[in-house]
């Protein structure tokens, strides 16, 4: 399996309650998904629970990364994401849309523009001359297409202070705000870990994020709140939520540690974040970007986190 880092260069709080918390909150719900599972996607004997039933009246709308799934052909993963009561399949470029499409599914995140990868992103002034053109091209497709979100990355710090890096990103994506807002697309930077996966990534803390969210000034700039990284980094997951939410345009989700299933081997509860999500007027995505940890179950795996984070 590739890890994030590589399928992007290639192209493209409260967690505490724990076991207990998820194990009371799998034996309250009952039922069973909308669809039947056949073959190795079928949850019977997988592990992963049955018992959390999709709520009809959730507003919490669910994307998949495909990145996480790559193994697995598109066409087969944007089936299966539609089988699940999922609307998204994310993290991909253009020639993509069609397959999704044919499902009757959206890009809820559309993929970064140029090649800069994670590493390589807006807080080096030398980048933008590349990077304003090319997101200025992606946003018209993105436009077209009908979709909400675009993703970018800081860059790594290598050397560059803090402020300096947050000047340098303002500086730059304030020139395609105007873009941006004209076609209804919101840019959306990601907020990453710096301690075990991305190591010197600089928009690695809620707070950096919020404070270039604040200097940009638009409403089409947010960030990607990545609940499983910003639990590395910093915790207080719902706190967070609840004081930073009108930053916030997108959420990801994987279990800690391990960016695998949200199940009860990890010390996130997700149902509990979900709620928070939702008490505060969010009506966009959340994605699910866990890493199955057996691929011959990836698909009853998606479908038990889907369940959970249905609330």
Partial sequence: MPTRREFVQNGVTLGAMVGLGATAS??????????????????????????????????????????CFNEMPLDELAANAKRIGLRSVELLGPADFPTIEKHGLICAMVSQAGNGGIP???????????????????IDVVARAKYPNLICFSGNRAGLGDDEGLENCATGLKQIMPAAEK?????????????????????DHTAWGVKLVEKVGSERFKLLYDIYHMQIMEGDVIHTIRDHHRAIGHYHTAGVPGRHELDESQELFYPAIMRAIRETGYTGYVAQEFIPVKKETGMASLEDAYKRCAV
């Fill in 26 to 67: 799998a034996c309250a719900s009952s039922g069973t998904s909308g669809g039947a599972a056949s073959g190795a996607m079928s949850a019977a004997g997988t592990g992963t629970s049955a018992s959390h039933p999709a709520n009809p009246a959730s507003t919490i709308k669910q994307s998949v990364c495909r990145w």
């Fill in 120 to 138: 390589r992103g807006w807080n080096r002034v030398d980048n933008h001359s590349w990077l304003i053109p090319a997101y200025q091209e992606r």
């Fill in 183 to 203: 076609a209804g697309v919101t840019i959306c930077m990601e907020l990453l870990n710096s301690k075990v996966n991305h190591a010197d990534y600089q928009c």
